[in-house]
């Protein structure tokens, strides 16, 4: 059994008054903890002081992460992959941009508002000795652009998950009944970890804006490849006693087996 989590924690530089990083950041922390993942995919991870926290918070995970680049004031962002040192060793990495020219650093196209990437590691399991890959993308604001990049990552999809299982967590800024959505699973055959062990709920959003978003999207997903099956999956909506959240998005948790 794995356990994948995927997490936006909210970039760190963000004027957030009570909700800032440094007021929530053991908060962070302290939700990946509690479910002790093996995986974790996270997004809006700035390099520098949020994410040398994050590392020096979670020392056991090893940590593969770039900027995304651009030239613009989110270019310190991140969507890095973490993984168990104990439960997997590392066989290869790497990144692209969803674009036109993925291999070009910082490019964006369609009109998309900031260059955005997917991150990848190739791992194997070492109690089992299953590889797999686990990826971890956070997709654009712009619809247009949100379309192509979920076409880009369905046509890596559908050549890593010829030799692998994969498994990806992000925050692909679009809901359930829209085309990116589609896209990555009717045509790319990943599947929606939550949808799979629960029929469509009510209230299931992840994105809440620190609780002042109602009614709330559901834009996280953890994705599968056809050779995982769903156990377990879940939306953290833990708040502090003082209705205070880690970020302004909920975690979701799956557990696979392969």
């Not at 997004?43 to 593969?64: H, K, M």
């Not at 109690?127 to 990826?135: E, K, P």
């Amino acid at each position: 059994m794995i356990t994948a989590l995927t997490f936006n924690i909210r970039y760190g530089r963000a004027a957030d008054g009570a909700n800032a990083w440094r007021a929530r950041r053991a908060a962070v922390i302290a939700r990946i903890r509690a479910h002790a993942p093996d995986l974790l995919a996270l997004q809006e991870c700035e390099e520098g002081p949020q994410a040398a926290y994050v590392r020096a918070g979670l020392p056991d995970y090893y940590f593969i992460g770039h900027p995304r680049g651009g030239g613009d004031e989110t270019a310190a962002e991140m969507a890095p992959v973490l993984f168990r040192r104990a439960a997997f060793a590392l066989e290869d990495s790497g990144r692209f941009w969803l674009s036109e020219t993925p291999d070009l650093p910082g490019s964006r196209s369609w009109g998309a508002q900031f260059a955005r990437t997917l991150t990848w590691a190739r791992l194997q399991h070492r109690a089992s000795g299953q590889r797999l890959i686990f990826a971890s993308t956070h997709f654009d604001l712009v619809e247009d652009a949100i379309i192509e990049q979920a076409r880009v990552l369905a046509a890596w999809a559908r050549r890593a998950a010829g030799d692998f299982p994969l498994l990806i967590g992000g925050d692909f800024n679009t809901p359930r009944d829209g085309p990116a959505y589609r896209i990555l699973t009717a045509e790319a055959g990943l599947r929606d970890t939550l949808r799979d062990r629960q029929p469509p709920l009510a209230d299931e959003g992840t994105f809440h804006g620190f609780g002042t978003v109602t009614p709330r999207p559901s834009i996280d997903f953890v994705l599968a490849s056809p050779g995982l099956r769903t156990l377990r999956a879940e939306i953290d909506t833990t708040a502090s006693p003082a209705g205070r959240y880690p970020s302004d998005h909920f975690p979701v948790l799956a557990e696979v087996v392969g």
